[in-house]
Each structure stands twice: as C-alpha cells, then as structure tokens.
C-alpha cells in the first residue's frame, strides 16, 4: 500500500506521542549486597572475596552471576594460583593463603550431575551449600545455584533465570524495532515479534506472556504474543497485565484524549478508570489493588497512584518537572516503592524511587547521560533500566550498575523463573 505524505504524518505524531510514554525525553546506577553478609575489616565494610576456579560456560555463569547478585567481590580466575585451579577437592589452609578470599565455589560433573559447593573459609572444610543439577544445562545450574547462595544468606531465594522484555531497534535497510527477552544475566535471548514493523512497549505478564503495542496493522494496536487484541482506533498504548492476569490496564484515545481503561486477555473494555481532560498513561500495577499511573494533568508529566478500579487519583512525585515511566515493585517485603525516571534542575534523566507509603524520594542514579526506563525485579532487590541505549542491572539502592544487554531499551522484568 503506498503512504501518503498525510499517513507518514500521522504515523510520526502517533510515534512522537508513544514515545512519550515509553519513557524517552524530549528532544532538547556498586552492591551493597543483596543482604549478603559482609566481612568487617579495621571498622570498614567489604564484600565477600570469591573465588571461581571452574573454567568453561559453567565457571563464567557463575562468576557473572555472582557479580550481579552484588554479595561478591569476584576474584578474577587468571589471578588465581595454578595449584587451587587444578585441585579437584578443597584445601581451607592454601585457600587461606589467597589474599581476601572469604568464599570458594567449586564445581564438578559425575554422570548426569553437575555439582557445586560452596565453602566459607571461617567455617572450616565442609561445604555449607552443595547442590546437584541436570548436566548439560550450565546456564541453569549458575542460575539455580546463584538463587540457592542468595537464599544462604538472605532466606529469600534469588530471582535468577527470571526474564526481561526488552526492544532492540534495527535500521538497516530501513527502521524496525522488534520485543526480544533475555534473562535477568544478558543470557538465552529470545524473539516475541520478527517484522519490519515497530514493536514497542513489552509487558510481561504473570505467565510469562508478553503484551506490547505494535504498527504491524498501521496503528498503534495492543497484542499479546501473536494476536491483536486491541484494535480501538488511536491509540492502544502501554499495557500492563494485572497481578493476577486476568486485566490489562492500558491508554486508549479512542474518545479523543488518552485515557486509562482495563481490558479482558480478549481486548473487551472492562473499566475506563480515568476521565480527566488531561493526558493519561504509563500504568503499572502494584500487587494491592493500586495502579501507578503519568498525567501531565499538573503540567508536565508526573505520576500518579489511583484505585485499580478507578478514582481516589493522587500525585506520588512532587518534585521535578518531567517524571514518567513508573514501575510500582511487587517485593511485598521491602515496601510500596514505586520506580521511575525523572529530569532533575540541571536537566539530567536519572531513576528515582519513590515511597508509595510516605512520600519518600530516593535517587538511584546520578551519572551523565540518560538512565530511563526502569523496571523491578520480581522480588523488588533489583532495578533493570535503560543507561545510554543498553539495558542495565543494579540494585535496589542504585549500586552495583551492570551492563548486560547491549543495543537494547525499554525494559520489563517477569516473574521468577519456574
């Protein structure tokens, strides 16, 4: 079909304004440890010093994930001596000659096993974690096993293996941008859409199921997976499915300005729960019955926290002039944070958390360039953002900031792995 100069048009307002709320700005994030424990040196805190010597796949995961869980100052292996690299068993005396090693995880495979412990030098030659796991599986192994160390010491398993939802933007020969997930280290990316159309906006659901906004139809539709759900003419922007699955919030313009309505999984209306004058958009749900929600109802863009069936509408962030992209954290035990990205006085976009509770703002990032986008973990221990085009892990006091996909924005962490 041939565009006219009025569809290109109307294709780049439509874009200008979904840009909007995806979280890009006009035009014009070291660990504390997860909880881990620290070793106390002369009055000064440290990390935990770890030691890797396994080679290969299985070595590196664990070394990566290790880094990620920010608990861990990762000994490089290269540094390590050639005598405790080869050694099959573990010797606490010559691992106590190493320089700053607290933990020693070693690894090894008998038959359909792969098995890995960990020792902590203060407690002496037995392991205090050991851990069997299918052999030909590293990456799952490293992950399981991560989530196991995390769970030693915080008696919450970790959230490795979990997925995040991201899009990746090509332009040769022309512009496409396409939903791919990967997991919480970088690691087994994976397609949800493969078009020459442009894909934005991926949620992923409680399921694993991702819903995204795409142009494949020439307007901005809703989808889950394969099949178009949303069809309203304008805008069908930004859903986010609930807690429980059976809604997603998202923004119509169907009426004229954008507002927030809920849909069944079958694109029914169910609710429109806002009907303010004003822009309505970005929904996140929090998991009691609450939707954090951006309306430059104020002015300029701000969120908002509402009813998830409509009303009681109340501004959450109050200072700054341009806030967007909320993410309201599902780690019930840390509070009813609330993520978003925010432009502060000198005009620098970095991730903030505010308290949904108290009114509370904390800055998680301060560093040049753009740091948009942010999206929880599912245990809320971890934010996942958009640093410069790249998808970044740090956690959830802003430390420890992790490239792990590059090339890569707008993303949205699932939940914990199976």
Known sequence: MKRTLFGTSLLAGLLAFGAFWAGSP??????????????????????????VPA??????????????????????????????????????????????????????????QIRIAMY?????????LSKGYPAGDALGAANKFMNDVINYYTNEPGVFGSRIAF????????????????????????????????NILPNIGPGGEVVYT???????????????ISKYPGLNLGGAISPDGSSIALALSKDGNAEIYTIDRAGNIKARLT?????????????????????NRAGGPQVYRMSSSGGGASRLTKSGDYNQSPDW????????????????????????????????????????????????SPDGRWVAYDKGGSIYVANEEGNNNIEIIKGASTPDWGPRAD
């Open 329 to 376: 954290s599902q780690g019930a035990k840390r509070g009813e944070w609330v993520v978003y990205a925010g432009r502060d006085a000198s005009n620098r976009y970095d991730i903030f958390k505010v308290d949904a509770k108290s009114g509370k703002t904390e800055r998680l990032t301060q560093s040049p360039g753009r740091n948009i986008d942010p999206t929880w």
């Open 120 to 128: 902590e030098l203060s407690k002496g030659d037995k392991p205090v």
């Open 26 to 51: 006009p035009a014009d994030a070291n660990a504390t440890p997860p909880a881990l424990q620290d070793t106390n040196v002369s009055g000064q805190a440290r990390l935990l010093g770890l030691a």
């Open 214 to 228: 795409s142009y494949a139809k020439r307007n901005p539709d809703l989808w889950l997976g394969n099949s178009r």
């Open 55 to 112: 080679d290969g796949q299985l070595g590196d995961l664990l070394r990566k994930n290790a880094q990620i869980s920010g608990g861990f100052e990762v000994i490089p292996r290269k540094s390590l001596p050639a005598a405790l690299v080869k050694a099959a068993n573990f010797d606490k005396n010559a691992w106590g000659q190493v320089g700053n090693v607290d933990v020693v995880i070693l690894t090894s495979e008998a038959g359909s």
């Open 167 to 198: 899009v990746r933007t090509r332009r040769n020969p022309t512009t496409s941008k396409n939903i791919q997930t990967a997991q919480m280290n970088g690691e087994a990316t994976s397609g949800v859409t493969s078009n020459r159309s442009l």
């Open 275 to 295: 009907t303010d004058p004003n822009i309505d958009g970005s929904p996140s749900w929090s998991g009691g019955g609450q939707i954090a929600f951006v309306s």
